[in-house]
């Protein structure tokens, strides 16, 4: 099994034995009771977007973020597999990822700077 696979189960694992600890009378952790006078809740920023093209095939999915943006990851997805991008490219300092012919589409996560 791959190491991201076994991460993932150990972190699903994690969860259902704390909601099992909980559910039968175990610890529960901290209370923390809401301020009085609490001050209005600020606008909420999206800090993480997610790009996604399906034209691989013909042309390797060429996907950027934007300006004011930074390419975190991106994934290249095939109809057996998914891998991350090895096909980076930097132009004027923007990243551009893209993938194989063998792909179907690629899936990019970009960050606010």
């Known amino acids: 099994?791959?190491?991201s696979s076994?991460?993932?189960l150990g972190a699903i694992a994690l969860v259902a034995g704390l909601a099992?600890?909980?559910h039968n009378g175990g610890s529960q952790g901290i209370v923390i009771d809401q301020a009085i006078a609490a001050p209005p809740a600020a606008p909420v920023i999206?800090?993480?977007r997610t790009v996604t093209s399906s034209t691989c095939s013909s042309?390797?999915?060429p996907t950027?973020?934007?300006a004011d943006e930074a390419l975190i990851s991106a994934i290249c997805i095939g109809p057996s597999s998914a891998k991350f991008s090895d096909n980076l490219q930097i132009d004027n300092g923007q990243m551009t990822a893209s993938c194989g012919p063998s792909s179907?589409?690629?899936v990019v996560s970009c960050a606010r700077k």
């Open 104 to 106: 179907t589409t690629i």
């Open 59 to 61: 042309n390797g999915c």
């Open 64 to 66: 950027t973020c934007e």
């Open 1 to 3: 099994m791959r190491s």
């Open 46 to 48: 999206n800090a993480f």
């Open 6 to 8: 076994m991460i993932f």
């Open 20 to 22: 099992v600890v909980n």
